[in-house]
């Protein structure tokens, strides 16, 4: 397939992925209890007038019929307009541009964080022998079962708590950074490490690191020049899921952890049935998936000559 068709079927594929989100967000939020109108007005406490419900529907197109609003909703997000938030009265777009970079990066920090872990491991072990391997796919089968909220929770519980060396949520700095990137990158690990191993063990058996060791090529050299791209292959294809699987664990570890981010904002507008925010940020956090897919996709095709030459 040329580099311009597959350009072109990612494309296809990531605005039929972002419709889908926006149509699927659009009706599952009208099936909550309550009313939008009540949300605009401070929610079914303030006990607003009829008059002023009324108003409020009449203002925001509310008081038209569903079809109407769902396609009014698509055709503001065509031209990005995101709308304003219910609760915080403001522009959606401006309040999920300042919460996007904390997210982003404790996202992109445990997947490296996740990748130098089941790295580590695949090399130490696929080196170590039968043991080494058991004590590794062990680590790793505990390390995948784990909940996010129960690995944050034991890590304040013995790093902040007993030995008083982390801050219990995230404060300013690199400090405040490590629990939270910890607890969203070892249950990663655990999956990448399982996968990296077995590519691993099956390249180090394969015909052209036979050859290299019959020219007498060490076993590191094996290992860094010719194993470890093969056992790199499978990861990175996973890396595409595992970036949509962190930004949903974001949400509980930024709330654990008192962080700001996308996850907390989310929270609260579910909370509040603040639906442009909650739409805003689904959006965004989708678009992200896509496009951080299409990239690891791209990176196959590059690290892998025999997807390219597929017709």
């Known amino acids: 397939m040329s580099v311009l068709r597959w350009s072109a079927a990612k494309i296809a594929g990531g605005v039929f992925v972002l419709w889908a989100i926006a149509t699927a967000i659009f009706f599952a939020l009208r099936l909550i209890p309550g009313s939008p109108e009540q949300a605009l007005l401070g929610g079914p406490g303030s006990q607003a007038s009829e008059e002023a419900l009324a108003l409020v529907r009449a203002e925001h197109g509310l008081d038209q019929p569903l079809i109407a609003q769902y396609l009014m909703m698509l055709g503001r997000l065509v031209t990005g307009d995101l709308g304003t938030s219910y609760s915080l009265k403001s522009s959606v777009v401006s309040l999920i541009a300042e919460q996007f970079w904390g997210t982003l990066l404790l996202t992109v920090l445990s997947l490296v964080a996740a990748w130098i ?72 690990a655990g999956f990448l490490g399982q996968v990296m191993r077995e590519s691993m063990l099956d390249a180090l058996e394969s015909p052209f690191v036979l050859s290299a060791r019959a020219r007498g090529e ?27 699987s962190l ?65």
């Open 218 to 244: 060490g076993e590191t050299g094996i290992r860094l020049r010719h194993a470890i791209r093969h056992a790199a292959l499978p990861a990175i294809s996973l890396s595409g899921w595992a970036f949509g």
């Open 117 to 188: 872990i089941a790295l580590g491991l695949a090399l130490w072990s696929t080196r170590g022998g039968r043991i080494a391997r058991g004590i590794a796919s062990g680590l790793e089968i505990a390390a995948s079962a784990v909940p996010h909220f129960w690995l944050a929770s034991l890590f304040i519980l013995v790093f902040s708590n007993a030995l008083g060396w982390l801050p219990p949520v995230s404060v300013p700095g690199p400090l405040g950074l490590v629990l939270p990137v910890l607890t969203l990158g070892i249950p990663l």
């Open 247 to 311: 930004l949903s664990g974001a949400v509980v570890v930024e709330t654990v952890f008192a962080r700001p981010g996308l996850g907390r904002s989310l929270m609260s507008a579910v909370t509040a049935r603040d639906i442009p925010m909650v739409t805003g940020i689904a959006l965004v956090s989708a678009l992200a998936f896509v496009l951080v897919t299409i990239a690891t996709d791209a990176l196959d095709r590059v690290a892998d000559p025999r997807l390219r030459a597929r017709k």
